[in-house]
């Protein structure tokens, strides 16, 4: 007998919830900091230093940060599947410099940022603050932006005007839950 869709997509949720719940875990500290080591966040971290909002479960106004396979190879993404990228005219460490206009085209990867359960980042996660307080999320200090209007995993911003890139990773940034 064959399961219906919707059989099979409550299971695949469920399977999530109980993955999400298992790898999250909760810290023992009870000091508050933040993933990216920034002051005054309320986030306690768990057991991998990435804050957790109970039950294993990422705390309000986290970014889950994932690498995915897409047409150019192991990309980071949004956990929606949002491909992120760099811009050529910011510094490392520095203010966002897509502002305006520029920040309608590409808008800002904003909240605290956290690396997904199956993956292991090479570099660093962070933030940096926009010109309006708000938490930008960085990747080896550099401040990360998704393309609008971009379908998931779709790669097509990287290279426009020669200054907007994708962050390639290795596929070893990638491992199993178990």
């Not at 491909?83 to 966002?96: E, I, R």
Request: glycine residues 16%.
């Amino acid at each position: 007998m064959r399961k219906s869709g919707w059989a099979v997509a409550a299971a695949g949720i469920s399977s999530l919830v109980l993955l999400l719940t298992a790898c999250g875990g909760s810290s023992s500290s009870s000091s508050s900091s933040s993933a990216a080591g920034n002051p005054g966040s309320t986030s306690t971290p768990n057991a991998a230093g990435q804050p957790s909002g109970g039950a294993g479960l990422p705390a309000k106004g986290t970014t889950v940060l994932i690498v995915q396979h897409s047409n150019l190879g192991w990309v980071l993404a949004e956990a929606n599947g949002q491909v992120v990228y760099t811009y050529g005219a910011d510094s490392k460490g520095a203010s966002p410099t897509c502002t305006g206009t520029c920040a309608v085209l590409w808008p800002a990867v904003t909240g605290l940022p956290m690396a997904g359960p199956a993956d292991t980042l090479p570099g660093q996660l962070g933030t940096v603050s926009t010109s309006s307080g708000a938490k930008q999320i960085t990747y080896n200090g550099m401040p990360l932006y998704t393309f609008k209007g971009a379908k998931p995993l779709s790669t097509k911003g990287n290279g426009v005007e020669g200054k907007w890139h994708v962050i390639k990773l290795p596929g070893s940034a990638v491992t199993s839950i178990g």
